[in-house]
């Protein structure tokens, strides 16, 4: 029995009793190719289709296949048929557009997009360059909200001024719409005219693109392939009054936008697609007129983002990342290519001089299909065909992308092994500032030297340095306690180790008397509720109180310094876990906490930094050895996972204690494991997936009771937002077992708020929502305390 409901049924047999349109004689490839579209057709992934392959000026295979329309009446595809581009227009037209006024000289992709849009400084966006835009790497969210109502290609460009940043620019890959947006205003402003008139006028026509343009005149929809059945203003598609978008563009911010915008828009036939190929492919110029010079489609069509970042992108083009299925796996990074959302694709390799266009408008008519396989197998068959005529040395040089590269970690341009402690370097200069000083040193474990020495042994051993006490934080100098820590006394130096965690949180005049100089060397995770970070700045505040100097011997942030993430609180909810407001992943090392949190202490400050780390760099980047920053901290992965899955912890749930594998799971005597997998999973977490396990804790909550729950496996750490997963978790939680999950708990870390949205009702999309301004506001206040520089970045 067929299924996919009489839609795509009649899909099916309308295929199979008009068969396919042919154009060019067949070969043995070109018989795979027809077999891998008929396929997708005949499991209705695709209504029809159009390729067209070429290599160099020769057109080597072209052909339709299907129906370009099953609804309201059926219509054979032909080679004619007119696609909506969909994403397609940001690089043919909007990256094409930017390049071309680069090579006039009026534009630079250096230049700080406030130089075009003044108002686009707002909310610390004035750092965002053109370059950022073009490589989906400045920090605005993938697209506008359409859930208000509004109207107008102005008022898109102003909503998109008004945009809240979620990372910093050059800091993370986020396939983002409202940057083309703001390149088209861009365009339009430096052209002085519509960016369809200078698109038609310097792209289109020069390439004799005759079928391409925005906005199609009535006359030509019959050639169109419709999209989808859809209101012609609102989205999702699940309104009264729809109409069958043909003519119409699909995107739905473009259709608010008047059908022409710097993301979405352009249509055009496959031939049109072909001639653009070439014009690339030919240096910029096709029969006798040239569109940009040879190093503009070099500079265009090469990778374009830092090489920390787990992708490859050129300037509006695709190379190597999650976008580009339609290169196959045959294709080498060099070639490059783009997607559009209803079903269309190009890809192009320089090396082979060929190019691949597979037009479907596979979201006709219900928006359910897929092309995504069929776009990579028909790449691989062309691929494999074409290889054979280049010398199998120059192919030998290729690189591809694999799974393998994609887990691999990123290679930084520091060395690893240049990265040093701030202990290391107070070392190396012979503990100067601690010459004749009778030091207190606040420490624990992972106070450690690079090759493995503890702070302690190293201070007391050290000629003219007087080591005169030692103070502990949670979890005590050891870090083998999870309870209260009483002060006792180090036996290998015989001096007290003052507890900071027992009857007292800050350090009183006894602990102080004495003392020349306050040390301070601890590991922190990143997290706004460690604790160590408080104790620290106790530690601050009461040496400030004494005029006692402190040093600061700084450490990296072990899940990286660049990313924020998650809410701030109100500082009426201030706490040991929270010395001052900022969102739960706050992306500083611990001395440049110090240099935050001195604002109110005032103490007289000294941070030792740390000499060769690239803030963007996650812990195993830095060839140090990992030491437990607390007994349940037991790995890299346990530390990715944490600033969300404590946050939980407040309620009745176990997150691992008592097991191996601590902030690595979570669960209780009342989950259903198979349950809250399925919940979890089906939310499609981005660099996560979970599976249902039992456990039973050895200690801590629900120690000797057998707990039902997830585990967490990781399988992106770029991509995955830990902060959101403690919100997905409290939600899942809150929607199954209402009355089990004791919600209130997790004020403490989260905030009243949230959980005041989580008890409402609110989608987690809008909780995270509402972090938006405190993440870009930490973003700003932050700046002047920065200690380390990323590569390419603007903070």
């Known amino acids: 029995m067929l299924e996919g409901g009489p839609i795509r049924v009649l899909a099916l047999v309308v295929f199979m009793m008009f068969g396919s349109v042919v154009s060019a004689a067949g070969s ?95 909310h610390g966006k004035d750092q965002i360059t053109l370059r950022h835009l073009l490589t989906h790497t400045s920090g605005l969210r993938p697209s506008l909200d359409l859930r208000s109502d509004w109207s107008g290609a102005d008022e898109a460009v102003e909503r998109a001024a008004d945009e809240l940043p979620h990372s910093a620019p050059g800091e993370r890959f986020v396939y983002s719409d409202i940057g083309y947006i703001i390149l088209g205003d861009i365009v339009a402003r430096v052209a002085t005219q519509p960016l369809q008139t200078f698109v038609q006028q310097r792209i289109l026509d020069p390439t004799r693109m005759r079928s391409a343009g925005f906005t199609p005149m009535k006359a030509q929809h019959p050639l169109i392939a419709p999209t989808q059945f859809c209101t012609a203003y609102g989205w999702p598609c699940d309104g009264p009054n729809q109409i069958l978008l043909r003519g119409i563009v699909h995107d739905p911010t473009a259709r608010r936008m008047g059908g022409v915008a710097g993301h979405a828009g352009l249509f055009g036939s496959a031939e049109d697609l072909s001639r653009y190929a070439r014009m690339l492919l030919r240096g910029g110029e096709l029969d006798g007129q040239r569109v940009l010079s040879p190093a503009g489609v070099t500079r265009m069509t090469s990778t374009a983002t830092p090489p920390t ?63 995504t396989p069929l776009r ?43 990265v040093r402690q701030g202990i290391d370097v107070l070392r190396a200069n012979g503990f100067a500032p601690l010459q004749g000083k009778r030091v207190g040193l606040l420490t624990n474990q992972t106070g450690r030297s690079h090759d493995g020495l503890a702070t302690i042994d190293l201070l007391a051993r050290a000629d003219g340095v007087i080591l005169a006490a ?40 006894t602990m102080l008397a004495n003392l020349d100089v306050i040390v301070i060397d601890l590991q922190d995770v990143g997290a706004r509720f460690y604790t160590y970070a408080t104790s620290m700045a ?37 706490s040991f876990t929270a010395y001052q407001p900022m969102p739960i992943r706050h992306g500083l090392t611990i001395g440049e ?53 404590a946050t939980i912890e407040g309620a009745n749930v176990s997150v691992g204690r008592g097991t191996d594998t601590p902030f690595q799971l979570i669960g209780a005597p009342w ?77 403490g870390l989260f905030g009243r708020q949230m959980v ?37 970045s603007s903070r």
């Not at 579209?37 to 392959?53: F, L, R």
């Not at 999309?765 to 920065?786: G, K, M, N, P, Y």
Request: glycine share 6%; with cysteine.
């Open 28 to 122: 043995d490839w070109t018989d795979k190719v027809d077999a891998a579209i008929e396929d997708a057709i005949t499991k209705q992934q695709i209504p029809g289709a159009v390729v067209w392959i070429g290599r160099g000026d020769q057109t080597v295979y072209r052909k339709a296949y299907g129906f370009r329309a099953v609804q309201p009446t059926p219509e054979p595809m032909t080679l004619e048929t007119v696609f909506d581009l969909a994403s397609l227009t940001k690089g043919i037209a909007t990256a094409t557009s930017v390049m071309i006024l680069v090579e006039e000289g009026k534009l630079r992709l250096s230049d700080k997009v406030v130089q075009y849009l003044p108002e686009f400084a707002r």
């Open 309 to 371: 970042l787990p992708v490859q992108r050129g300037l509006g083009w695709d190379i190597d990342s999650g976008y580009s299925a339609n290169r196959g796996d045959l294709y080498p990074i060099g070639s490059f290519g783009h997607t559009g959302f209803t079903g269309t694709s190009i890809w192009i390799d320089p090396l082979t001089r060929s190019y691949v266009v597979l037009l479907t408008n596979r979201v006709h008519p219900d928006g359910k299909g897929d092309a």
């Open 376 to 418: 990579s197998k028909v790449a691989n068959i062309v691929a494999a065909e074409f290889s054979t005529a280049v010398p199998a040395d120059r192919w030998r040089g290729q690189r591809y992308a694999s799974p393998e590269f994609a887990a691999a970690p990123l290679t930084r341009s520091v060395s690893a092994s240049e």
């Open 470 to 509: 030692l103070f502990s934080p949670e979890h005590g100098i050891r870090g083998e306690l999870d309870d209260k820590v009483p002060s006792s006394r180090d036996p290998k130096t015989g001096l007290v180790i003052h507890s900071l965690y027992g009857e007292t949180r800050r350090p009183t005049e």
């Open 538 to 574: 106790y530690m601050l505040e009461a040496a400030a109180a004494r005029k006692l100097p402190v040093i600061v011997l700084d450490r990296i942030n072990p899940i990286d310094g660049v990313s924020v993430e998650g809410p701030s609180l109100d500082p009426t909810e201030l």
């Open 593 to 645: 906490l110090a240099r935050y949190f001195n604002q109110r202490a005032s103490a007289a400050l000294t941070v030792i930094p740390v000499q060769g780390w690239d803030r963007r760099s996650w812990f195993d980047e830095s060839a140090l050895t990992w030491v437990n920053p607390s007994p349940n901290l037991r790995n890299l992965v346990a530390a990715s996972l944490y600033p969300g899955v």
């Open 671 to 747: 989950i259903d494991a198979t349950q809250l997998a399925r919940e979890l999973n089906s939310r499609q977490l981005a660099g996560l997936r979970v599976y249902p396990v039992s456990f039973t804790p050895s200690s801590s909550r629900f120690a000797g009771e057998v707990c039902h729950g997830v585990f967490f496996v990781v399988t992106d750490r770029e991509a995955l937002k830990p902060v959101r997963l403690g919100v997905e978790l409290a939600h899942a939680l809150q929607r199954l077992y209402p009355r089990e999950f004791e919600l209130d708990r997790i004020a």
């Open 756 to 792: 005041g949205q989580l008890r409402s009702g609110s989608s987690v999309d809008a909780i995270v929502e509402t972090w938006r301004r405190a993440e870009s506001d930490w973003r700003q206040s932050r700046r002047e305390f920065l200690l380390y520089e990323a590569m390419d």
